[in-house]
């Protein structure tokens, strides 16, 4: 399996760590939502297809990434920096996703 | 300054090695850059940086990610998003770039006692780096100046292409000394020199 890094371009999956599913939203840390604390905790969408995913580039770059992989094929359909406003700063590969 | 040892002293044994009765194809040596540094801009500051980097050096930053330049002396190349690999063979460099990259811009860290620069010359350079790194080191994909941040099974790497067939490998400094070894093996079926 390749990902396509935003700054490194196509490498293989062995340089990269899984960091967990993308779609979670942490809750604010004082809030004492349990409800809110649960799904963050423990609901998974678990789809069969297109699945948002945190990665990081730790053998490479070391950027957090966002990616959509799909569950059936591992045909990664997008690659993104996590930090939305650094993609603007970033200096992009000729050719790569962005 | 402090004196430096190298950690690859107790292996590195200068001549030819290997398959060499048909030529020899590597060329290893240690740099020993006297400063190696990392520098980091904030989001949005990345182009200051690169100026600073140009008004220190005189090296001109390339566009594009992993982007890069050598004269020789001094070299620098992105290796992340807004950071920097800058290296002179001279001591001293990071009071040069302390003054000028303000903390408004960014970060230096000096790694120059913490990596070591191991290169690897000749006409199997990118036979031989490849069987280590799962990159493409074809000339056209990887020009002369770039950089790669890339590992070697845990050892972290960062090369620089400084030569149409040499290039500068950066690892840490406490698996220098396997790195070396395993180079050394890996050039062993195309003849190498050790410098
Ligand atoms: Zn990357």
């Known amino acids: 399996m390749l990902i396509t890094c935003p700054y490194c371009g196509p490498r293989d999956v062995l340089e990269f760590t899984y960091q967990g599913d993308g779609n979670r939203e ?28 945190i990665w990081q580039h730790s053998g490479g770059c070391r950027s957090h990434l966002r990616v959509v992989r799909n569950t059936l094929t591992h045909e990664i359909s997008s690659t993104t920096f996590a930090r939305g406003d650094h993609k603007s700063a970033a200096r992009h590969k000729a050719g790569g996703k962005s | 300054m402090v004196e430096r040892q190298s950690p690859l002293e107790p292996v590195l044994q200068v001549g030819s090695h290997g398959n060499f009765e048909h030529g020899v194809d590597i060329i290893l040596s240690e740099t020993q850059p006297g400063s190696i540094l990392q520098l980091a801009a904030w989001p949005g500051e990345e182009k200051k940086l690169i100026s600073v980097i140009r008004t220190v050096t005189g090296l001109a930053l390339p566009d594009g990610a992993g982007g890069g330049s050598t004269d020789g002396a001094r070299s620098v190349f992105g290796f992340a998003p807004g950071k920097f690999t800058v290296v002179d063979e001279a001591e001293g460099l990071v009071s040069a770039f302390a ?73 840490f400094r406490s698996f220098a000394r396997s790195f070396w070894k395993a180079l050394c093996h890996a050039s062993e079926e195309v003849g190498y020199e050790v410098q």
């Open chain 1, 26 to 53: 942490r809750p604010q840390p004082a809030s004492q939502n349990l409800d809110a604390w649960n799904a963050y905790v423990y609901d998974r969408l678990n789809p069969a297809g297109d699945h948002n995913e």
């Open chain 2, 99 to 171: 003054g000028a990259v303000t903390p408004a811009i960014g970060t230096v860290t000096d790694l120059s006692h913490g990596r070591t620069a191991i290169r690897i010359a000749g006409p199997k350079a990118e036979w031989v780096l490849a069987k280590f790194f799962a990159i493409d080191f074809a000339l056209p994909a990887f020009p002369v100046g770039a950089g790669r941040s890339t590992v070697h099974h845990d050892v972290f790497a960062q090369i620089q292409r400084t030569g149409a067939d040499q290039f500068d490998v950066y690892v």
